[in-house]
């Protein structure tokens, strides 16, 4: 099958929707919002069906729950990445939070890794797995980047407290 994009970022862009719609209450809820089918939304979630999210649907689900994910996969397909306005001032304190989420993420991205590699091989299914695993992994990043750029934007010694 033909498609204008690769296979990759094909694949990628119906991860970024199943997570959003998952995001946003189900098929049924992602239907509401968008004012789509439930049968079509499966489809834009399904990787055997050629069918792809459309722009004002994807915008209307995002603003529902918050987060770009979909858009974050068309910049990169782009070669661009999306950075928030600004940095949530309260971001410092949660340095620990964020360390320890960080750490969670990382070891889930291993272990799903290191299951997939078991065997010696990467079915379709584990890659899915470990391509999920490593998306929540890097909006983790992505959120301590952003404590730590509130750190560095208060110009002085912020004070760390760690909870005991």
Do not use: Y
């Not at 992602?30 to 939304?41: D, F, L, Q, Y």
């Not at 309260?90 to 989420?101: I, K, Q, T, V």
């Not at 899915?128 to 990043?141: C, G, H, I, N």
């Amino acid at each position: 099958m033909s498609r204008p994009i690769s296979d990759a970022w094909f694949f990628r862009i119906k991860a970024a929707t199943r997570d959003l719609i998952t995001r946003c209450g189900g098929v049924v809820r992602a239907g509401e919002i968008a004012n789509a089918s439930k049968s079509e939304v499966s489809r834009w979630q399904s990787t055997t069906d050629p069918d792809i999210i459309s722009i004002p649907e994807v915008l209307a689900l995002e603003a529902e729950c918050g987060a770009p994910l979909v858009t974050a996969v068309m910049a990169d397909l782009h070669g661009r990445r999306l950075a928030d306005e600004a940095a949530d001032p309260a971001a410092a304190s949660n340095l620990f939070r964020d360390h320890a989420e960080l750490m969670r993420h990382s070891a889930e991205v291993q272990a799903s890794m290191s299951e997939a590699l078991a065997d010696g091989t990467v079915t379709p299914a584990e890659a899915e797995r470990v391509d999920r695993d490593l998306r929540t992994l890097d909006a983790t990043v992505d959120k301590m980047r952003g404590s730590l750029a509130t750190v560095r934007s208060a110009g002085s010694v912020v004070p760390l407290k760690a909870g005991r």
